[in-house]
């Protein structure tokens, strides 16, 4: 099973290519959002906050941001210190811990993102999208419909960003599908939207209260036929930001990474 693989052994080249993108626990919330806008679905998806010997204490990504707009949606937020934020838990893997314990990892703390030492005495990192990189070797009969079934997170086009983000963090989900269509928010375009077009809520008094449907929606990719995951994976791993949609489904990175544990996903060999 590729599940009970090292990840040295599937990943070889490219184990340790993604690098960490790190801030200093005093920098401030905007800074990381500066730094956090281009890596969140593309690369290494949070940023690690680092002490004051650089080592490891923490994680942020989008849920502590928008968690942080939701509870105070005024532009004083984003100068406060990234650690007042920041998850305090960091999750690290090696060249020898199997799929099957990565993803544990994951699904115990929420998060699909861990650091893993370097050939130069750093960390690189390792998130789901790194594991459609695995998803895309893998020998299966495992198809789309055999997934297993989610539920599917919605809004209308009279959403409020209130009501985005507090559904977000109440189905633990990352992004929204717009009702009976393959458009989707996500916490990367609120994020966006309130560093670039908004500045920062500089001089926006109603940020919750706005509609989402004015926040740029970007589209799913519709998936016609019901191919075998590791095509699924190929098709995702060319995607800047993957997130697909077959019929009544749609399907993330941590999807694959679940799909890794079965045992249908077999090592070619």
């Known amino acids: 099973m590729i599940a009970d693989r090292v990840l040295r052994d599937l990943l070889p080249m490219s184990l340790t290519s993604i690098p960490c993108v790190s801030i200093q626990r005093q920098a401030k919330i905007e800074e990381a959002i500066g730094l956090l806008i281009p890596y969140l679905e593309s690369m290494a998806d949070s940023l690690v906050v680092t002490g004051d010997n650089n080592q490891p204490i923490g994680m942020v990504g989008g849920k502590e941001i928008i968690e942080k707009v939701l509870a105070n949606p005024s532009r004083s937020i984003f100068q406060g210190e990234i650690e007042t934020i920041m998850s305090p838990i960091v999750t690290r893997v090696s060249g020898t811990t199997t799929v099957r314990d990565t993803i544990r990892d994951w699904e115990k703390t929420g998060r699909a993102f861990s650091l893993i030492p370097n050939a130069i005495g750093g960390f690189s990192v390792i998130s789901a999208r790194k594991m459609l990189e695995i998803g895309k070797i893998a020998m299966t009969e495992m198809r789309i419909s055999d997934l ?122």
């Open 148 to 269: 297993p079934k989610k539920k599917v997170c919605t809004f209308r086009t009279d959403s409020t960003i209130n009501q985005i983000i507090s559904s977000m963090l109440k189905n633990k989900t990352r992004k929204l599908l717009l009702e009976n269509t393959n458009q989707f928010i996500g916490d990367r375009i609120i994020i966006e939207k309130i560093a670039s077009d908004l500045n920062y809520l500089k001089n926006t008094n109603n940020f919750l209260e706005m509609p989402a449907i004015g926040f740029g929606l970007e589209y799913a990719k519709i998936i016609n036929k019901d191919i075998m995951v590791n095509e699924l994976s190929s098709i995702m791993f060319g995607m800047q930001h993957p997130y697909a949609m077959y019929k009544d489904q749609v399907i993330s990175p941590w999807d694959i990474c679940l799909a890794l544990l079965s045992e249908q996903m077999q090592e070619y060999v």
